[in-house]
């Protein structure tokens, strides 16, 4: 029996392997769902900058990415990470001192733009968006664009609805498609060849592992072939989309799993105070990511205390009644 | 502000937007203030409205308030948990989206009902740099109804935004249709001193309703553009049962109330 669909490897392999110096790369989930932090924080610890990074609405991850200084273009709807930071703070201070480059969209345009990807269409059409400064307002210059082939032309487009008013819309706003060099995913189930069982709400996952040409899963649960096939019908993205699995048990955490553990509201708070100021946030930093080898031993310095309270009910699939800051 | 009446501002504003939702109505909501004035009209006077996230939740149970429309709090006992394309093409399609009511908040809004959650100052290099539109331009271009969550002060009430993230009537006078987009956007304001409107054919902002203890020069002095007041009348204060279950059914725990 041949193995060449055993994509399993250790997640330090897969960011060296498919994430690199100035990549454009998506990561999943929403604000404080379901990022992928293992993988995140790996990146970190490999100091791997430049990077292009499109996402809808994240938080936990992009901040961190942020904070480290690995970001440098971010196409983006909404940087906010729950109660904690309902904006988050080191985005804010990276674009209001000019230190990243921001393109805004809405969350229904960079839905589109990874399913226009996913899809191989060079683009798809919205009736959100005409009049807005989203559509005239630019963040990366036409001569940016065209310096960069990896970046379309043009931010938005309208268009006369060619079927006249076919639908009852004169003009549709045109989204350019994004194919990313690589997206990474947490998810709940997956098995070796990389088929995958998302729980709960997949936001814009399979969209942007569709579009990707590099797929990076990490999961809670890494299982038998046998066990996604019984039921089919539960697994949303099949292993052709994806290059490498990582097993990665809390592999979110500090952000939630639906069915396996809450978001950490003391853990994002803390960060969200240390993320204020630049001495606390060294201190953060060191401590929690790179005075760590992995995911598992900052999962020590966190502690089992934090872990159990975070533990998912089986009847809700969150914490319940958890004290929430 | 003195305050002698007996509800707090925060309250007095969750249940004159519950007031908006209708039976029936699909209500698309936020975190903070609009979930709990989604919670409010479905247990005061919508009981057959239906909660529904941007991220692909649909009538979830929502036993504990969710801190986020990604909280794991808006999966459970939902209707059907999706995803983003599929929860904006609700909004979208004309047949679901002539249901939807949507509860917005801004960091400014003009007389024309334009929203930002962008930035303050020059967009290319910003004074504060906010959180962005996340849904809130998509919602305001597809949603007939949108109800927007203001505090009201003169740096909020603003003659001209300092970015437009989500498309109120633009600049009045069928300027929206003939953008593009389909009827909708900002409908009504709830702050903490009164609600406004939108004047059909001016597309302007004017005063409908001030709150006991408010009057209609003091909403003027906090608004920074000129505004009709001549339509305002006194809003029915809160009942008794209103607030009842207000504060017993929906935030026992004071978490957004304060």
Known sequence: MTNHLNKVMPLKQAIEQYV????HI?????????????????????????????AHSNGTGLDELIGAGCISKLEIAYAGNGKAAPTCIRFARAVQNNEILVEDYSNYMMSLRFMAGSMGLPFLPTLSGFGTDILTKWGFSKSIRKSDPKIVDEKLAVMDNPFGDWAGASKVLLVPAINPDITIIHVQKADAMGTCSIQGLTFADIEQVKASKNVIVT?????????????????????IHVSAVCHAPLG???????????YDSQYLRKFAIAAKNPDEFKKYQDKYIYGVKNHESFLKIVGQERIDAIKADPRTGYSVNMKRD | MKNHQPYTPREIMTIMAAREIKNGDIVFSGTGISMLAAMAAKNINAPDSVIFF???AIDSLLEELPFAVADPRIMYWAAANSKLTDAFATMQNPITGKKVIAILGAAQIDMYGNLNTTCIGDYSSPDIRFSGSGGGCDVASFVPRCVAFMQHEKRKFVKKLDY???????KGNNTRQAAGLRPGGVSVVVTNL?????????GKMYLDKFYPDITPEKILENTGF????????????PTETELKILREHCDPQRLILG
């Open chain 1, 20 to 23: 690199k110096n100035s990549s």
């Open chain 1, 26 to 54: 998506s990561i999943g989930g929403f604000t404080l769902n379901r990022n992928p932090m293992a993988a995140v924080y790996e990146i970190i610890r490999q100091d791997i900058k430049d990077l292009h990074l499109y």
């Open chain 1, 219 to 239: 999961c809670e649960e890494l299982v038998d072939k046998e066990e996604l096939r019984q039921n089919p019908d539960l697994n949303q993205i099949p292993f």
């Open chain 1, 252 to 262: 979110a955490y500090p952000s939630a799993v639906f069915g396996h553990y809450d």
């Open chain 2, 54 to 56: 941007e991220t692909g």
């Open chain 2, 164 to 170: 437009l993230t989500s498309p109120g009537q633009l």
């Open chain 2, 194 to 202: 009164g609600l406004m409107r939108f004047d059909k054919d001016s």
């Open chain 2, 226 to 237: 000129p505004m009709d007041v001549s339509r305002a009348t006194l809003a029915v204060p």
